[in-house]
Each structure stands twice: as C-alpha cells, then as structure tokens.
Nanobody, 119 residues
Framework: QVQLVQSGGGLVQAGGSLRLSCAAS????????MAWFRQAPGKEREFVAR????????YYGDSMKGRFTISRDDAKNTVYLQMNNLKPEDTGVYYC????????????WGQGTPVTVSL
C-alpha cells in the first residue's frame, strides 16, 4: 500500500502563488512516478505535472509551463507543486498521484485539495 496525504491549497488572488504538498508513505520503494492532476468544475481531469520518484526529469502540461514547478524532498518523502502567477482558470481540485510501474496509469491518489484563484 501507498498512502498519499495532501496539504496546501486555498484561496489566492490572480498573480499570486501557492505551494501544494503530497506526503507519501507505505511501500514507496515501489513507486516510479509522482504526478499532479487537477479538475475544474464541470470539466474533465487535466494533467498538470509529473516527475520520477528518483532523479530530476519534470514534465508539465502546456498551460503550466513557466509557471508551475514540481519538486521532491527525499528526506520527507514529499512531492511539491509550486504554482506561481496563478490565473482564474487554474481554479479546481488538485490531486497528487503515484505510479508504481511503467504503465500508463496511476495506482494511488491523494484526497485532493481545492485551489481557488480570484480575479
């Protein structure tokens, strides 16, 4: 089992910043990829960012490039999403996810945390 516990999120004005955290526990030795997704009201879930559980090779969705940064603190088993220059269209529920193998889906998900960007 892998457990993902999220924190952060909240309300921020356009142009502001937030940092989301995702703390992993359990069988983290089997994890290969960590990722962030989001879902806006009435819309499908959207890919935000991902990186390997080890190493540094981040990848971002098109609308996040240049504004969001995914990072990892190995000592805390925690993955972060630093979000800068936030826009109202960034509003939604953000989820972290863990992939446990080299397949095209994620096996474990955090509980989600809402992010609201006001005008």
């Amino acid at each position: 089992q892998v457990q993902l516990v999220q924190s952060g999120g909240g309300l921020v004005q356009a142009g502001g910043s937030l940092r989301l955290s995702c703390a992993a526990s359990g069988r983290t030795n089997s994890m290969t990829v960590m990722a962030w997704f989001r879902q806006a009201p009435g819309k499908e879930r959207e890919f935000v960012a991902r990186m390997p559980w080890s190493g540094q090779n981040p990848y971002y969705g098109d609308s996040m490039k240049g504004r969001f940064t995914i990072s990892r603190d190995d000592a805390k088993n925690t993955v972060y999403l630093q979000m800068n220059n936030l826009k109202p269209e960034d509003t939604g529920v953000y989820y972290c996810a863990a992939r446990l193998g080299y397949h095209n889906q994620y096996d474990y998900w955090g509980q989600g945390t809402p992010v609201t960007v006001s005008l």
